[in-house]
């Protein structure tokens, strides 16, 4: 059978994207084949009543100007793209149990200075530890961040840079909580770092990379936190414009139903029958989807372990509000995270997320109103087994709930509501196409850093996996650095 594509990409995700684009940009043919009728998968948007609201992601590192590790910033320019980016003057605004309240500004000395104000004896292991941070960023900012499995690059950037690749790989197993330690003795300071990590990770520092944390605490102040003009819907869109001009294809409703590897490449089958072939696909779907919905049973015994490490993290009940501007007084911050008891900290609907993005980008919502999209986490179990009216029922009660909580910060939201939407696992599951609407791999006990995560090859040698379920991670740069990775890998066994 004649091959359709040199290489397809199954899902427009940023991950899928990026390596779509890397290929295309080193000219090899590429089909995108995406289910849903927009690219971006979490990274997406919808618009409802003149607003556009950001499916998940609003808190995007990976746009600076500088350095290896902006690798948004770097896949829109490889082929052709950029985006106007507007930076947040601060990342997040912490309201936690016990009136403990910092906001971490872009500038780090008035993030350490903020800090070590609430926690004076603690003040110097405060700069030791995320001191130490810098060191792992400077590491990673300092080599050209490419696939791990691809040995001829290996060695190039060993002997480009063997201070940092050996700085690297001594963090490769180390984990945020056993940095934390090393400086900081506070009870309180140390769950406070837990919740550092767990915005992210959605795990807290002692199931946390050091690495992802050195990038996500160092970069904060580096390349800054940058929201894009328009929403992140932008950065999708332009991957796919970039993706096109480079003569890759993308075709939109185009749901993946199998893939059936052989020894020359792999069968691609659709929903409404068709069948294509590529010498090599790339699943942006996550490996649960991939194992256990496309590629014929049984499980590799590979996949298997990697489960045995690691399982889905929950989902998020979502709330995407549409607002009366003045309930928000002058000066408020884009993202919030907001935590009464810290023993819910990992609880269902326990951490609440908040981000306003148009403070920073006005024309996302219609004059004189604002974006408020807050979300919690939420297993797919707490929603199964209901009747419609009951789910209905559940979804309102929930929403209330999230609303009546961040009256708190806001007296009033509650009353200056215009549009109200409310996405819950099932939603995400649906819509994202993703195992129980999870928000990605998280390890079931103390893991060895990075190392148990599975990078892009899969058993069968002309299939790989990019996204959030591979190294390293969650986040939109963190697929980034997937797609990176995968695009190169692909490129060099072809
Ligand atoms: C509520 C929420 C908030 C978040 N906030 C942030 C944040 O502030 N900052 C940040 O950096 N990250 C954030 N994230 C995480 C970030 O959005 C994700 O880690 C990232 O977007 C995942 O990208 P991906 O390419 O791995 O996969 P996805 O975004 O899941 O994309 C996969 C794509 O594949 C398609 N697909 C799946 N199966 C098939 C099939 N069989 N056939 C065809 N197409 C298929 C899907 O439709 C989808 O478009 C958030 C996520 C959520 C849910």
């Known amino acids: 059978m004649a091959m359709d594509a040199e290489a397809m990409v199954v899902g427009a995700g940023i991950g899928g994207l990026v390596a779509a684009t890397q290929l295309a940009a080193k000219g090899i043919s ?30 995007i590192f990976g746009f600076g100007q500088q350095g290896t590790t902006n690798l948004l910033t770097r896949a829109l320019a490889a082929v052709g793209e950029s985006l106007v980016t507007v930076p947040d003057p601060v990342q997040i605004a912490y309201h936690l149990p016990n009136g403990l309240a910092v906001r971490v500004h872009r500038d780090y000395e008035a993030f350490l200075q903020e800090l070590g104000d609430r926690f004076p004896h603690e003040r110097s292991g405060i700069r030791r530890f995320y001191d130490e941070c810098w060191q792992i960023f400077r590491c990673l900012n ?6 791990l499995q691809e040995y001829r690059y290996l060695f ?10 050996l700085g690297l790989a001594r963090y490769l197993p180390q984990n945020v909580g056993d940095l934390a330690r090393r400086y900081i003795r506070d009870p309180e300071l140390l769950q406070f770092i837990d919740m550092e990590c767990y915005c992210w990770s959605v795990v807290p520092a002692d199931r946390t990379p050091a690495i992802n944390g050195g990038m996500v605490f160092s970069d904060r ?32 409703g185009a749901r993946v ?13 659709l929903a409404n029958g068709e069948s294509l072939r590529a010498k090599r696909v790339i699943s942006n779907a996550t490996r649960w989807d991939t194992f256990d919905r496309l590629v014929p049973l049984p499980l590799p015994p590979s996949e298997q372990q990697w489960r045995d490490r690691y399982q889905p993290s929950p989902s998020f009940l979502s709330v995407h509000l549409g607002v009366k501007a003045d309930v928000l007084p002058p000066g408020t911050d884009c993202h919030h995270i907001l935590l009464e008891d810290w023993a ?21 919502a219609p004059p004189g109103r604002h974006i408020v999209h807050t979300f919690t986490p939420s297993w797919l179990a707490h929603w199964q087994h209901l009747s419609p009216s009951a789910y209905q029922e559940q979804k309102t009660a929930a929403a209330q709930a999230l609303i009546a909580r961040l009256e708190r910060l806001w007296p009033g939201l509650s009353q200056a509501i215009e549009v109200q939407e409310v996405g819950t696992p099932r939603t995400h599951r649906r819509f994202l196409g993703r195992m129980d609407g999870t928000y ?26 990019v996204g959030d379920s591979t190294f390293p991670g969650q986040g939109l740069n963190a697929v980034a650095f997937s797609g990176f990775a995968c695009g190169h890998l692909v490129a060099s066994t072809l």
């Open 142 to 147: 300092a080599i050209e961040l490419l696939s």
């Open 221 to 252: 102040h580096y390349g800054g936190i940058n929201y894009p003009k328009g929403g992140v819907g932008q950065i999708a869109l332009a991957l796919a414009r970039g993706l096109e001009r480079h003569g890759g294809r993308i075709r939109y």
């Open 257 to 269: 139903t199998a893939l059936l590897p052989d020894r020359e490449g792999v069968t691609v089958r």
């Open 440 to 465: 990605g791999p998280i390890p079931r006990d103390r893991p060895w850093g990075l190392v148990g995560m599975p990078l892009n090859r899969t058993p069968f040698p002309n299939l790989f996996c």
């Open 156 to 165: 190039w950037v060993f002997f480009q840079n063997p201070v940092a690749c």
């Open 30 to 59: 590429v089909l995108v084949l995406e289910k849903y009728l927009i690219p971006g998968g979490s990274a997406g948007f919808f618009e409802r009543d003149g607003y556009r609201f950001d499916v998940g992601a609003s808190m």
């Open 344 to 364: 819910h900290l990992e609880a269902e609907q326990g951490t609440v997320f908040v981000s306003i993005p148009t403070l920073l980008d006005p024309e996302l």
